[in-house]
């Protein structure tokens, strides 16, 4: 059993008992992230530790656990203590899009494996190259996923480092001017599998997944605000013309992604990073394409999105 220990102003707990440990919560940045340490995610966890966990979560978006080494299996159990798997979304829309991200080692409906990596010629995951875009994980579905929990398997030399944008920070740094032009506005989120270019608006909409989410969203459990909003998905804002949309969402995309709200991810080999979609955009930056890099990500289901 763990006991939950801040960084600051809590006094170390009894560690003697055997079994027991202390977890500690580090905040990694001004803007979003934290660190715990002094949990195994390979063992079973008490109620008492998993509502340890989530708290943090609420409370800094994006949490960081290094050194663990766990199996699909034990991946899949540690996030199953926080709502219900979220199945590969694109096999849910047409055989087309699942053969985008088809990966030869994918073996479980409820695991992407994120990687460069060929084996014979064929991925053995999916989004495997380059930069990517700042995005929302299946932000084009009705139902976007909660959560996203991602481990580092295999890392190239340099880049391929993930920023974390704090969406609650965005939203608090619209103007009121701001606010009250997209207060009760809906925003066009599409998928067309592309990794850093914008989506065509002239877009076949029967071919490709999209959904109207609210463009400021209210967390479900922190009951804060957020900008809902992202530079690789969201393609339109309801109501406005196309004159409009060309400046306002620019203005959006770049309040989402200013550094100040940023938390950058540098992976170490064997790092386990979970993050909350509803409050937080996130992005990849470059790294060597001939260089292999493999995580393991699953997803928890989440809800219709409410202002
Ligand atoms: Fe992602």
Redesign the pocket.
Known sequence: MATVMKTTGMKTPDSTTPGSQTMKITPLSAACGAEITGVDLTQDLTPETVAAIRQAWNDHIVLVFRGQKITQEQQLRFASYFGNLGKRKNALFNPELQKRNHGTQQNDPNVLLVSNIKENGEPIGAFGEGEMWF?I?SGYAQNPYNY?FLYALELPSTGGNTQFSNMYMAYDALSQELKERYAGRKALHIHEYKRSEKVEIGTDLSKAPHYFHPIFSTHAETGRKSLFVDRLMTARLEGFTKEENEVYLEELYEIGERPEFIYEHKWQLDDFVMWDNRCAI?ARTWFPPEERRLLRRCAIEGAPIHE
Request: glycine content about 0%; overall charge negative; proline content about 0%.
């Open positions: 995005h994980d996203t996130h």
